[in-house]
């Protein structure tokens, strides 16, 4: 069910400032950029290794992580898990009685299927499982 370590979310306010900081400090790649209506973000990809980091920039005052952002500043979003079938995936922690975010997937970068497992059933870590069509 589950595959590997997928990425790391990271929350930002400025985008531009601190993908130039993984880049010109870190000596990352930047694999590109993605606007996700869906999720109201901005979102660069820098990979390390088989996972990547995804920076996240609010589109909206009204996204997700525009609120993270009011609550708790910049820093770790999520941690997002590599599953092969996402709704088996969601129906097993279901049936576990796992309290999700999402019953169903919805579509995050790249088109993935992506579902949130609420934080308070995870001790305060917000995991993301991502199904990919690669």
């Known amino acids: ?12 306010k400025n985008l531009d ?3 130039a900081f993984y880049m010109e400090k870190l000596m990352l790649p930047c694999e590109g950029e993605e606007i996700v209506p869906e999720q109201k973000v901005r979102v660069a990809f820098l990979p390390v290794g088989e996972t990547t980091i995804e920076l996240l920039e609010p589109t909206a ?5 525009a609120k993270f952002l009011e609550q708790k500043g910049e820093g770790m979003h999520h941690v997002a898990i590599r599953v092969t079938n996402i709704e088996e995936a969601l129906a097993s922690l279901k049936a576990k009685g796992v309290r999700l975010i999402d019953e169903k997937p919805r579509i995050g970068a790249h088109g993935a299927k992506i579902a949130f497992v609420h934080p308070k059933e995870s001790h ?3 995991i993301e499982l991502c199904e990919k069509s690669e």
């Open 61 to 65: 005052p009204d996204s997700p992580v």
């Open 1 to 12: 069910m589950l595959e590997k370590i997928d990425h790391l979310g990271v929350a930002v």
């Open 124 to 126: 305060g870590v917000l």
């Open 17 to 19: 400032a601190v993908r």
